[in-house]
């Protein structure tokens, strides 16, 4: 069973519609006792890093996140949930003070700078292929897709080899698909993106089977 994770952040209906479109085995569960036979985990959501962490510290779910991650139960982030992946953020209501993500992956979340940049960043924009190799999630997607996109804050100091494909918003190129061992994540919205986007969660639908 893949187990999506209710913590109070947006936009999950339309991710459990997308995941029945492969599967009856999913279920949105808001209790970490509901993790104990999982065969994948999904973050989904919209909204903010700090109060995403918060509800999840408040339900219990980051150690028993972690703890199935680290046992190789494949975790897959969406939007919010794929920057929760990272070491930490500085999107919070505390000026000057970050908050701790689930650590997973090298690298930090930060807002958008740049005089030329509109923020948030929102709308279709195209995947530029980094290390073909490592490619699971991607399999069936051509490089320079579109997918839909919309956040103001991005991953910098991201361990390249983790890095699956880039996006550039104007003069900056930042990581949006991730992979790594058992850990997967975009930034982008899969489940708005079309039969391109579908296709990623139907890869990691396939990927919780083995």
């Known amino acids: 069973m893949i187990a999506v994770l209710d913590f109070g952040m947006g936009n999950i209906h339309s991710c459990l519609k997308a995941i029945s479109r492969y599967t009856d085995s999913y279920k949105l569960v808001d209790s970490p006792e509901d993790l104990k036979n999982v065969s994948g985990i999904i973050l989904p959501g919209d909204g903010a890093f700090e109060k995403a962490m918060k509800n999840l510290e408040a339900k219990g779910f980051v150690e028993a996140v972690t703890e199935k991650v680290n046992s190789g139960v494949p975790v ?93 918003y104007y003069e900056e190129k930042f990581p949006v698909v991730v992979e790594k061992e058992n850990i997967f994540g975009t930034q982008f919205h899969p489940e708005k993106s079309d039969r391109a986007g579908l296709k990623i969660l139907e890869n990691f639908i396939e990927l919780t089977k083995t």
Request: proline share 2%.
């Open 76 to 168: 897959f982030g969406i939007c919010i949930g794929y920057q929760l992946l990272f070491q930490d953020s500085d999107e919070t209501t505390k000026e000057g003070m970050l908050v701790n993500g689930f650590g997973f992956l090298k690298g930090r979340i930060r807002r958008f700078k740049g005089k030329k940049l509109k923020v948030p960043h929102m709308g279709w924009n195209r995947l530029v292929f980094e290390n073909k190799k490592q490619n699971k999630i991607l399999q069936g997607i051509s490089n320079g897709t579109y997918m839909y996109f919309i956040h103001s804050y991005r991953p910098i100091e991201v361990e390249f080899k983790a890095v699956v494909a880039s996006c550039s």
